[in-house]
């Protein structure tokens, strides 16, 4: 379960708005970089941020427009001292999507080359087939 302890999905709610279009704006392609980009943007979702606790089983179900990030584990919790938990995010995307961004590599966000969907390395985008 995803407890006090961290490890799970922080969300920024109500950050999918219309009010939010100017931290949309400091991302553009790199997503991953708010907090260097934009030190009060960022401040201003992490204000917002909350990471619910979770169970086995649970979901959470948003746009990709909702401001969203990885909470860190506590520090000194098991989390952060084990193998941590497992989780898994799932795009939905229509198939005309191109893929690309910013992977992590060591710590920093590090370039994908964009490609169609359709093209892109399924390690990295899972794809399910049409029916």
Known sequence: PVTADGGGLAIAPGSH???????????????????????AE????????????????DAIIHTRFLFHRAQVFA??????AGPGIARYS???????????GFTMKDGKAVPIKEVPLA?????VYPQVPSL
Do not use: K, W
Request: net charge negative.
């Open 75 to 80: 520090p000194g919790s098991a989390g952060e």
């Open 17 to 39: 708005t219309e009010d939010f279009l100017s931290s949309r704006e400091v991302i553009a392609r790199q997503t991953c970089a708010m907090a260097e980009l934009s030190p």
């Open 90 to 100: 799932a795009r939905y995307q229509p198939a005309s999507a191109v893929a690309g």
């Open 119 to 123: 093209e892109a390395d399924p390690t």
């Open 42 to 57: 960022n401040a201003r979702l992490e204000a917002l941020m909350v990471a619910p606790e979770m169970r086995p089983g």
